[in-house]
């Protein structure tokens, strides 16, 4: 019996452990301890347990007059501000990746190098943040909720236009062959063979984009950029814990309701 | 039809065209339409007959799907943003004025103020350090949320619907909000930039891995229960070795975002480089936010690269 286990434990070898393992984790360790050793960590303000109930007995007995006031600024009016910025962002963004789209896009019979440097130009553009955009624009066209338009729709190119252009090479070239044989000019080839396909993923990845987009135009207030982060800075600087509470109610319950209507939609696209 | 001329039954279509023009021209309809009309009968006609040989069948050919919905649906998307120009008071001429100013920016940020640069470095560090540990803090918290998550490995509907829930509840708050919420609660400073980029990976990592949970093999973990292992044993041997590689990739890509995350996070008081921005911004110093803007992408970029290549080699 006991000579039979040794015989099945030559057998079956255990697996090599990688060689760098050691290496890694002593990397690891040295980069943590880099990191920690950086973070000035000197206590926790006193005040900051006070404030942490405040903020969640706000989010439990919100501000509920906050919601709609007939004059001026009100929870709804900035949310629906909020909303329309993203829409109107990733609208002006999907317009304007469309040509990017194609140039990025590697398909037969183009050079490697126009498609390699559409696809720098959009991961240039992905790498900006759009809060950084957004500074920008306000100095370009004050500092209103056309300034984060413009910021999310210009910071939204550099992600739609490499999903589309993946979209685009993933096509089935099929149908545009059969086309171009039957002697179709660019313009049919396009509509009835590119578009059809491309179509469904495109509006899918536009609302994905929605999605991000909204998320982001939350925090455009933060810097001016309209839409209902700047109540919501006013509000925390104010310690006005009521309004936080109800400002943050509302992000939440719209982002969740958007979330769920635009997967709704995505899955019937796709 | 012309595509695909089909000579054989080429008396028969005639025959239907000429029923056809005869018809139309006792209706006394115009010479143009006669013709299109003519056309139509000749494109109906010849399918039916191909296929069975009976004229009579035309009708059963299936009719082109109507387009209501897309217009519709064209309507509807053309009101929403006619509407959300209203409301944004958003306009072409708006920014047509706005571009010389815009001009004035860009010419005023060209060329980087290079020597800015041993001023941001040590900024640029912490910002790296705020989104290493972040990630980190998220990663270790996602583990057992992930878990609890997955409906494969969970008990019941009871527990991971609600967690479920509450984790949605946790991603839709955006990493910049929350950092405003964390630094009126601890101050200014890096700890509450640590803090929201935590909750933010939490959210994020908890929700990808439990998704690649729910795809796991069966096999090994029906294989342990089989020779009576703990649910311990059974997550240490059946589900780690199945899910570490993306766990690991989930991690590097979180991370990839954090650093984009931290990057701005000083904006509202949360440590990093963000808040130069609004040093140098608010002294009108634009070269010097050029060089913040130019380092800061290198900086991302070379991240991004490093962790794109890790993840190709661990998946």
Redesign the interface.
């Given at each position: 019996m006991t000579t039979n286990t040794t015989t099945w434990r030559h057998k079956v070898p255990k697996p090599k452990k990688n060689r760098y393992r050691l290496l890694i984790y002593i990397l690891l360790l040295l980069?943590?301890v880099?990191?920690?050793a950086?973070?000035?960590?000197d206590g926790?303000?006193e005040t900051?347990g006070q404030?942490?109930k405040s903020?969640l007995s706000g989010l439990f007995s919100p501000d509920w007059d906050y919601v709609y006031l007939p004059d001026g600024e009100d929870l709804l009016r900035g949310l629906?501000?909020t909303?329309?910025?993203s829409?109107?962002g990733t609208?002006v963004s999907t317009l304007v990746c469309l040509p990017f789209a194609f140039w990025a896009a590697a398909n037969r019979g183009k050079s490697r190098f126009v498609s390699g440097s559409g696809k720098i130009l959009l991961?240039?553009v992905r790498?900006?943040?759009e809060?950084?955009m957004a500074?920008?624009?306000i100095?370009?066209?004050?500092p209103?909720?056309?300034a984060?338009?413009?910021a999310l729709g210009l910071h939204s190119v550099g992600m739609l236009g490499k999903l589309f252009a993946d979209e685009i090479e993933n096509m089935d070239h099929g149908p545009t062959e059969a086309l171009i044989a039957?002697g179709a000019n660019r313009l049919q080839i396009l509509w009835y063979a590119v578009l059809p396909q491309v179509l469904p993923g495109f509006l899918s990845y536009t609302l994905y984009r929605f999605e991000i987009n909204l998320?982001?135009a939350?925090?455009l207030g933060?810097?001016g950029a309209?839409g209902i982060?700047t109540p919501?800075?006013f509000a925390?600087?104010s310690?006005d814990w009521d309004r936080?509470g109800i400002i943050?109610l509302g992000?939440?319950v719209m982002?969740?309701l958007v979330?769920w209507m635009s997967g709704y939609l995505r899955k019937k696209l796709v | 039809m012309n595509?695909y001329p089909r000579p054989s039954f080429d008396a028969d279509a005639k025959a239907n065209t000429n029923a056809n023009a005869v018809t139309d021209a006792d209706a006394n309809v115009g010479a143009n339409i006669n013709i299109n009309s003519n056309a139509d009968a000749n494109f109906n006609a010849n399918p039916s007959t191909s296929l069975s040989g009976h004229a009579g069948l035309k009708q059963h050919r299936p009719a082109a799907p109507s387009k209501l919905k897309h217009y519709l649906t064209a309507a509807i998307i053309l009101l929403?943003?006619w509407?959300?120009?209203v409301?944004?008071?958003?306009?072409w001429g708006?920014?047509i004025?706005?571009?010389p100013?815009?001009l004035d920016?860009l010419r005023e940020m060209f060329p980087p103020k290079w020597s800015y640069f041993d001023n941001i470095v040590p900024a640029m560090?912490?910002t790296?350090?705020?989104a290493?540990?972040g990630t980190?803090f998220g990663a270790i918290l996602a583990v057992p949320v992930a878990l609890l998550c997955a409906s494969n490995l969970s008990r019941s509907a009871w527990i991971y619907q609600p967690v479920r829930f509450l984790l949605?509840?946790v991603r839709?708050?955006?990493d910049?909000?929350l950092a405003?919420?964390f630094v009126?609660?601890?101050?200014l400073?890096?700890?509450p930039g640590?803090m929201a980029l935590s909750v933010f990976s939490f959210g994020l990592i908890a929700k990808l891995t439990y998704e690649a949970l729910e795809t796991i093999d069966r096999g090994p973990l029906e294989a342990m229960t089989a020779v009576g292992a703990t649910p311990v044993q059974r997550i240490a041997f059946g589900v780690v070795p199945q899910i570490q590689a993306h766990f690991i990739s989930y991690v590097l890509y979180t991370f990839e975002i954090n650093v984009?995350a931290a990057?701005?996070l000083g904006?509202?008081g949360a440590g990093g480089i963000g808040h130069y921005?609004e040093v140098t911004?608010g002294f009108l110093e634009y070269d010097k936010t050029c060089m913040i803007?130019l380092f800061?992408?290198v900086v991302?970029?070379l991240i991004?690269y490093v962790s794109t290549k890790l993840r190709e080699k661990w998946l």
């Open positions: 980069l943590y880099w990191a920690f950086g973070i000035p960590f926790i303000k900051a404030i942490t903020i629906l501000e909303l329309t910025i829409i109107l609208f991961s240039f790498t900006f943040p809060i950084v500074l920008l624009f100095k370009a066209v004050g209103n909720a056309f984060g338009v413009l039957a998320r982001s939350t925090i933060v810097i309209g982060g919501l800075i925390l600087s310690r936080v943050l992000i939440i982002i969740t979330d | 595509m929403l943003l509407g959300s120009a409301d944004t008071d958003a306009s708006k920014l004025q706005g571009s100013n815009m920016l560090l912490e790296i350090r705020m290493l540990i980190t949605n509840l839709t708050i955006p910049l909000l405003a919420i009126a609660i601890f101050g400073g890096p700890l640590i984009r990057a701005v904006l509202v921005y911004l803007i800061t992408l991302v970029l991004d």
